[in-house]
């Protein structure tokens, strides 16, 4: 005997159920609420497995609010009367509404969008102590008892034939058509006024990299519905798929997005993910504030290197008939299991929950800390490096700071943060000057045993883990699809040739396959000395000698020497106990995601409200 054939669900009427009710569901804008047609179908064809009706575990009440609210012109208060009708006609005559102590407390009742609970009205006593089936959430505080609610997909099965098979290749990188607004009463705040934002995104223009080449590869606009079975075709041609608010939390495109494979982007606050307990939806959709969707395109940015990586995944096929096909009976196992357990199944989370989960991800980082003093280069000491600085000593508590900059502005003053005003005292050129000057500092001021070597002109969003779990430092290298500067995570060759160059022929044979072309990284002092002296010890001058002395012999610009690479192979190769190589992959990250100009003058500095969007898109640091 299967899961559904031992619970008992009795169901009322559906002997006059005839063709012209499934016709009615089979029309195109009726399709997504056809959850109140095919479970209590379902169940009514399972009726003849309980011998006799006082055995029945649970009534189901077949009244369908949808249907019956457009056959009554859609007006509310003729709807309840109807339902108020059926209760009298169809419930309390089979005497069953008050067989339990609490009446009406073993039935259940469907109300599939967020209109139909309307139709409740002044008969909310019927839906207080029952079980409620719905894919909605929000509609409900009030009305139902939420320990009684159970959170059910939309029904997928009307659409089945009209959704073509999924695809690989997919060209159409961002998908959104549908209504934009809503001229039906009472829906003046449609969608959220959602719709319309992402609308206006993709249809301004937008003078920076990353916008251009999200709305190059993307198609979103209003929908004809003409061309309704179109719009099924090009989500499965689409990457992500936006899944937006409607009249209520919820839309049949989530559903419809995870047939055809396409990844959802879920921006609607009040949606409840059905199933929580057994369906991890972090793994095969992205969920967004609504109020961040501004934001979106960074979201995008880290969602695809995600699905590239295999930590976000299209959603299963066998999982439609699984969970979502009303029409086979592991759906319908699933509905009936939860059922049993509902009580136990509550705290269920909204997509804007798991939003919030994100944000706080960002605290979820090694915490071995021990004492590491900061160390951040910069031309000039602007705004833009004051709010790097903050940041960085706000995350990580650092014993000290120091700034070193040609020119220290007495505008900033933070406690443990040292000025140096610096120039290079070698005769390398002022962009190499610096590398060596990184090393000079770090072994002349450094007082502790770390130290972070950090970009002036990069900005942290969240904490990048210093130290992995055998408290070793992670040297991050870059790859293609952190957005590092060269692809596939190869090292320039110019930066391979003086690094060998530089380390000398006893680790000439270290693989220099990787670059570590990053914004930052962490050394351990007492590496910093042995790698200066190393390379004393091999070519009997220092190190800024040595990069002079082959500039002038080998390079064609003064661009050849990579200090994060360099000192990264020669930790890796030594003190290998000490380091670990890790992907920059799992920190993504933004280099100029817009002109500084577009926040007023030059030097001026972008908001604290946009850092937050991007910190909350997933973005670990941005970089100009």
């Not at 011998?51 to 609010?65: A, G, I, N």
């Not at 082959?550 to 930790?571: I, L, M, N, P, V």
């Amino acid at each position: 005997m299967s899961s559904v054939d031992s619970i008992c669900v009795y169901v009322a009427d559906l002997e006059a159920w005839d063709s012209s009710i499934h016709d009615w569901y089979d029309r195109v804008g009726n399709k997504q609420y056809a959850s109140e047609y095919l479970i209590p179908k379902f169940f009514w064809l399972r009726g003849q497995l309980c011998s006799s009706k006082k055995y029945y575990r649970y009534k189901l009440v077949p009244f369908r609010p949808v249907m019956s609210y457009a056959l009554n012109g859609y007006d509310i208060e003729k709807t309840g009367q109807a339902l108020t009708s059926y209760f009298e006609e169809f419930i309390e005559p089979f005497g069953m509404w008050h067989a339990s102590p609490t009446p009406g407390s073993d039935h259940i009742f469907l109300f599939v969008s967020g209109r139909s609970i309307g139709v409740v009205g002044s008969n909310s006593t019927l839906v207080r102590d029952s079980f409620i089936l719905t894919p909605e959430s929000s509609p409900f505080n009030g009305v139902a008892n939420p320990l009684k609610t159970l959170i059910i997909p939309g029904p997928i099965d009307l659409y089945l034939e009209l959704i073509p098979p999924r695809q690989e290749n997919r060209e159409i990188l961002f998908f959104f058509r549908g209504s934009i607004t809503s001229d039906r009463p009472g829906e003046q705040d449609f969608s959220h006024h959602v719709r319309q934002r992402i609308l206006d995104l993709f249809t301004q223009r937008h003078p920076f990299g990353i916008f251009q080449d999200f709305v190059r590869r993307s198609v979103v606009g209003d929908l004809d519905a003409s061309k309704f079975e179109l719009t099924l075709v090009d989500l499965s041609r689409s990457v992500f798929c936006f899944v937006p608010p409607g009249s209520s939390s919820w839309t049949m495109r989530l559903y419809l997005a995870l047939h055809a494979g396409c990844v959802p982007v879920v921006a609607s606050d009040d949606f409840v993910p059905p199933y929580q307990d057994i369906l991890d939806w972090r793994a095969f959709a992205v969920f967004i504030a609504e109020d961040d969707c501004e934001y979106l395109p960074y979201v995008l940015h880290v969602s695809l290197q995600k699905l590239k990586r295999g930590e976000l995944k299209r959603f299963p096929e066998s999982h439609i008939d699984n969970f979502m096909s009303y029409q086979f009976e592991p759906a319908i196992a699933q509905l009936a299991t939860h059922i049993e357990s509902l009580e136990e199944n509550q705290g269920q989370k909204t997509s804007l929950d798991f939003v919030k989960e994100m944000a706080l991800e960002i605290r979820k980082v090694n915490t071995f800390m021990p004492d590491v003093t900061l160390l951040l280069f910069s031309a000039e000491f602007d705004c833009l490096q004051q709010i790097a600085v903050k940041r960085l000593i706000s995350i990580y508590k650092f014993h000290e700071a120091h700034i070193l900059t040609s020119h220290c502005n007495h505008i900033f003053e933070t406690e443990g943060v040292l000025c140096h005003e610096v120039q290079s005292e070698n005769s390398l050129s002022s962009w190499l000057g610096q590398q060596v000057m990184k090393f000079e500092s770090v072994s002349k001021l450094v007082k502790t045993d770390f130290s972070i070597i950090w970009d002036g002109d990069t900005i942290l969003l969240r904490p990048i883990p210093i130290f992995d779990e055998l408290h070793r430092v992670n040297l991050y290298y870059g790859d293609s699809l952190s957005a590092a500067y060269l692809p596939n995570g190869a090292l320039k060759p110019e930066y391979a040739t003086s690094c060998k160059y530089i380390l000398g022929p006893e680790l000439a044979n270290v693989s220099l396959s990787r670059s570590f072309v990053v914004q930052f990284q962490t050394w351990k002092v007492s590496t910093v000395r042995a790698f200066l002296e190393h390379v004393e010890k091999v070519h009997e001058k220092p190190l800024f000698k040595v990069l002079s002395e082959y500039g002038s012999r080998y390079a064609q610009d003064d661009k050849y020497f990579s200090e994060y690479t360099c000192f990264a192979h020669f930790a890796l190769s030594v003190y290998p106990d000490t380091v670990t190589a890790t992907d920059s992959a799992a920190i993504p990250w933004i280099r100029d995601p817009f002109s500084l100009e577009d926040f007023g003058s030059p030097g001026s500095c972008p908001t604290p409200e946009l850092l937050e969007g991007l910190q909350r898109a997933g973005i670990h640091y941005v970089s100009w």
